[in-house]
């Protein structure tokens, strides 16, 4: 392909905008020279762009220090002399807050440090952008005027584009001596510790994989610019070709599921979007390099957009630049699913299924961004006993693939590249989890009585026949909640009856006995499988999942019921109903039901010996009308999670909103308690199940309302054992009343404080 078909017409962005930069910038990395000599004539052609009296590059120095490394500007003299520390002056600032710095008046500014071998004594106006890289500040570049005058959005942009672009420099060699791009290789590189949320407990080490993976390493500048225009052209040719693939490889979508597709489709083929990596690639830059750069234009220009619409696009651009790069890499079947025989897995979001995907036994550790601990994904986590770790988006751009990686489940702590010493530490930490969960099953036939003779009942959360093993090896008494839906996630069609009667049978085998209470599929919402045509709503949470989606799609819950009662043929049958609004439902439910029941009559086949109902209250709706519904039902569950989201109007997968609520406010306390109440009057069996309850300062409040029966993850049943065996219900309970109604945010700390003076165990 000719330089001549493939050149964007018009000069692309126009001869005054960041292309013409980028130009000139290439032209200054690619000349012969030292490295100081092209550093000069990079400054002084950005300088020239943005019309600046000054423009500096500053580099991070070992010990933390900012030297200057290259002025257009500046008295020359100063350069690799003046230093300034992380937070010292105005480029301390910057590099210190990992943000741009911008004023008019920059020697009366409180920051303002004053280096006289610079010769700045006449400049004004101020402009600092950091540059980042993985996650960590490189350096600053600085561009200043001597009158006091406002940077223009152009002038701002343009600056931060060139940041990106130097910070990419810096790292892959192309401008620095050796030495010195190895000293940048060693901050990006060293030892990194994070700190995020706990969801799962336990402590796990391995190898950083990530679901995602970030863009491959690549040269910024353009050796042959031709021969880069070409490559462009081929990896636009593959994703429009991928692209395709997969609109018709899912015909069975429709409505709005196709609409999405299509809009995605949309994107690969406007020309637009081609015309600007085009434009980019002809400044200088690598198709990759180019990539970036228009991904970095769209989304700072997206951010500033009103519409919701035009903003919610931004992930379908990001997703695309991403598909983009990794064909430009050569990969063209994606990255797959290879892990490490120890491997910790990195992700900004994920889903229960996606999870399920990978090898268990690998998969020693997670580390999510934001993602709350009542999220489905921590859920089977939690099921599956994997620590996890979340907040850390930042991990995924601190961390490279292959990269030692330890987590903290306890403490919500991460560890990239660790030094010895901390690996030290985390294998002494290990060997004394292993010591007290060993205690715990000491413990696991001990009675779970308190200690004025209440007896409680603590059953297990499951979801997987590799989760009963846990049920005798914690001594739980039985399963509280085994979750069916997962069964259905991870599948490319609808399971069997056959299938899920077998699970059914041998989850039952398994129990040897013990009750297992089986939740119908709480599918639907945020949890659909590839092969359903669920439609978009705009709040899943709320939506059409759960019994609502059951009674209008019998097609789905009867099959379900059906193998429920063929694997429960001679034996006692626990179902329980998600998602139950109103009492009215559980007719719909029970209807549903008796039809199997009837069926399994005509043509003969075994049924269980007693089959139980149970609804769980997940909503205010249900848990103010629970004297209702228990009038309908055999037993209850308070589903904690679902309740305390609808009760704060805070998303359960939403770690900044959960993180503002804490279910120990004495209003959600209270609100319990009348459920307990109402379900006591009505004689109807109630539990708690959620994962509230491994809170061991909830699971005692818990009690104190009077809750005897629980459902909570195996990891739990032997910390939970211990601690009923300290506390006094009766006293907790009146310390409870005294203080429900305060208006307190939460009873956190106040409560805690109760439990260890009053001896009980909630480490």
Not at 679 to 691: D, I, M, N, T, W
Request: net charge negative; glycine share 8%; aromatic share 6%.
């Amino acid at each position: 392909m000719s330089i001549e078909k493939t050149r964007p017409p018009y000069g692309g962005h126009g001869e005054q905008g960041i292309t013409v930069l980028l130009r000139r910038m290439h032209d200054a990395v690619a000349q012969e020279g030292s490295a100081q000599e092209r550093l000069d004539h990079l400054t002084r052609a950005i300088a020239n762009h943005v019309v600046a009296d000054v423009c500096s590059i500053y580099l991070r120095r070992p010990g933390d220090e900012l030297e200057l490394y290259a002025t257009e500007g500046l008295n020359r003299d100063a350069v690799h002399k003046t230093r300034l520390r992380l937070g010292e002056g105005l480029v301390g600032i910057v590099a210190e807050n990992h943000s741009p710095l911008i004023t008019n008046d920059a020697p009366h500014h409180p920051a303002f440090a004053y280096r006289p071998e610079t010769g700045e004594d006449p400049l004004h106006s101020f402009l600092g952008v950091p540059l980042i890289r993985s996650g960590k500040t490189l350096g600053v570049l600085v561009v200043q005027n001597k009158a006091a005058r406002q940077y223009t959005d152009e002038e701002v942009g343009a600056v931060q584009a060139v940041a990106t672009l130097l910070a990419e420099i810096a790292a892959s060699g192309e401008l620095l001596s050796q030495e010195e791009t190895a000293v940048v290789g060693e901050m990006l590189h060293g030892p990194e510790r994070l700190s995020g949320y706990a969801i799962v407990s336990g402590i796990a080490s391995g190898r950083a994989v990530f679901l995602k993976p970030p863009a491959p390493k690549h040269n910024v500048f353009a050796a042959d610019v031709a021969g880069e225009a070409a490559r462009l052209e081929e990896g636009l040719t593959d994703l429009r070709a991928s692209v395709d693939a997969m609109l018709a490889q899912n015909t069975s979508l429709s409505g709005m599921s196709r609409d999405v597709l299509e809009t995605y489709r949309l994107f690969a083929y406007d020309r637009g979007w081609k015309e600007r990596l085009r434009a980019a690639v002809f400044s200088g830059l690598t198709a990759e390099s180019a990539v970036e750069q228009v991904k970095n234009e769209n989304r700072a220009r997206l951010m500033q957009a009103r519409d919701p619409y035009l903003r919610e696009r931004l992930h379908d651009l990001d997703d695309l630049s991403h598909r983009l790069l990794r064909l430009l890499s050569g990969e063209k079947n994606g990255a797959g699913r290879r892990l490490y025989d120890e491997t910790i897995l990195l992700a900004r979001e994920m889903g229960p299924a996606e999870l399920l995907e990978y090898n268990s036994d690998n998969l020693k550790g997670l580390v999510l961004g934001d993602v709350s601990a009542t999220s489905h994904v921590a859920i089977v986590a939690r099921a599956l006993k994997i620590p996890m770790v979340t907040g850390l988006g930042a991990a995924i751009d601190r961390c490279e693939q292959g990269d030692d990686v330890i987590i903290d489940g306890d403490i919500g702590e991460v560890h990239i590249r660790p030094t010895t010493d901390v690996v030290e530490t985390f294998r002494s930490k290990t060997e004394l989890q292993t010591e007290r969960q060993a205690a715990f099953a000491k413990e696991r036939d001990l009675p779970a009585i308190t200690k004025d003779d209440v007896a409680i009942a603590i059953h297990m959360n499951a979801g997987l026949a590799l989760d009963m093993p846990h049920l005798h090896d914690t001594g739980a008494d039985g399963v509280g909640l085994f979750r069916t839906e997962l069964q259905f996630l991870i599948g490319s069609q609808l399971p069997s009856v056959q299938t899920q009667s077998a699970l059914y049978q041998n989850v039952l085998d398994l129990a040897e006995g013990k009750p297992v209470i089986f939740r119908t599929a709480d599918i639907g919402g945020d949890k659909t499988a590839s092969y359903m045509d669920h439609g978009k709503e705009m709040n899943p949470a709320m939506g059409w999942r759960g019994l609502r989606m059951a009674v209008d799609r019998p097609g789905m819950i009867r099959p379900q019921l059906r193998a429920l009662l063929t694997a429960a043929a001679g034996r006692t049958l626990y179902i329980m109903f998600p998602m139950v609004t109103l009492a009215e439902e559980m007719d719909d439910a029970r209807a549903l039901l008796d039809r199997e029941v009837e069926r399994a009559n005509r043509k003969g086949d075994a049924l269980p010996t007693e089959i139980k109902i149970g609804a769980m209250i997940e909503t205010p709706a249900a848990a103010w009308r629970i004297d209702l519904i228990a009038q309908k039902v055999d037993f209850l569950s308070v589903g904690g999670n679902d309740l305390a989201q609808f009760y704060f109007a805070a998303d359960r997968d939403s770690d900044r909103v959960q993180r503002r609520f804490d279910p120990l406010n004495p209003g959600f306390l209270s609100f319990l308690k009348t459920c307990v109440d109402k379900a006591r009057a009505a004689k109807a069996p109630l539990s708690y199940c959620g994962e509230q309850a491994a809170d061991p300062v909830m699971a005692a409040a818990l009690v104190g309302l009077g809750i005897t029966n629980f459902s909570v993850p195996a990891t739990v049943v032997g910390p939970f054992r211990r601690m009923t065996r300290s506390v006094n219900t009766a006293q907790i309970g009146e310390w409870l009343v005294e203080r429900l109604p305060q208006p307190t945010q939460s009873l956190r700390a106040e409560l805690s404080a109760y439990l260890r003076e009053n001896k009980v165990i909630i480490a």
